[in-house]
């Protein structure tokens, strides 16, 4: 896939463009972050890379946000981790009022999850209970209509469309403007059986060593109860920031 081979290339010069938060002059956020943890023994070797790239834009009364992301891994030479994920998001009034409305188009292959394909689409309300430079705390719910195409243990090929309550739990805490801890976590399950889920937490710490160079450590856990099949990814790197 072409996006993976690109985004394999820019990886290769270890940069990081990290999360800012937008002012009155800053309407438009790009961000680039490239990982990697590699380990080897007398018996075994590992290695994960992991690399994001977002472009953000926020006005007055809409915004939108769209990302890519992808990690590839192998263990023992064999492959540990082919997947991709790319979501474009949209929402209206967010920055005017406590209650506003979002959309939410999502699509992803993942070789650990065992997902082949699945496009994901919805809309719903939000709701931020805090929003200043020191605490930001927000909760989403709405619906989401699935199509997928997974590979189960027992069955193989599963090929099945459902719609899912999609529940966002989102936050962003700062110390002095040094220390942050911010993420984004959701639980997605399916109208039709509660058994069939979706879980995925996504949180990251950061540390500001001055204004342009942060020390961070993310964790992201997904898990899938459909194909009972789950990954958690572990990254830890230096971060550059530029507004524009």
């Not at 020191?134 to 027992?154: Q, R, Y």
């Amino acid at each position: 896939m072409s996006n993976r081979i690109l985004l394999f290339i820019i990886s290769i010069f270890i940069s990081h463009l990290a999360f800012s938060q937008f002012n009155d002059s800053v309407h438009h956020h790009f961000s680039f972050a490239s990982t990697a943890i590699y380990n080897q023994t007398k018996d075994v070797s590992s290695f994960v890379l992991k690399n994001n790239v977002g472009y953000e834009v926020n006005q007055k009364k809409v915004s939108f946000n769209t990302a890519a992301a992808w990690i590839y891994g192998k263990q023992q030479k064999k492959l540990s981790n082919n997947d991709v994920s790319v979501f474009a998001n949209l929402d209206y009034l967010k920055e005017v009022q406590p209650l506003y409305y979002w959309a939410l188009v999502n699509f992803d292959e993942s070789y650990s999850l065992k997902i082949n394909h699945r496009l994901q689409s919805g809309i719903g309300l939000g709701y931020t209970f805090v929003n200043n430079p020191d605490l930001n705390l927000e909760l989403s719910d709405g619906f989401l209509f699935e199509s997928s195409d997974l590979t189960d243990a027992l069955l193989g090929k599963d090929v099945y469309e459902t719609v899912r309550n999609s529940l966002r739990f989102k936050y962003r805490w700062s110390y002095k403007n040094t220390f942050i801890l911010h993420g984004s976590n959701f639980i997605q399950p399916s109208m039709i059986s509660f058994d069939d889920y979706i879980l995925k937490l996504s949180n990251e710490l950061s540390v500001k060593l001055n204004q342009w160079l942060t020390i961070n450590a993310s964790a992201d856990f997904n898990k899938i109860s459909r194909t009972n099949r789950q990954n958690l990814i572990i990254t830890y790197g230096v971060a550059i920031s530029k507004y524009f």
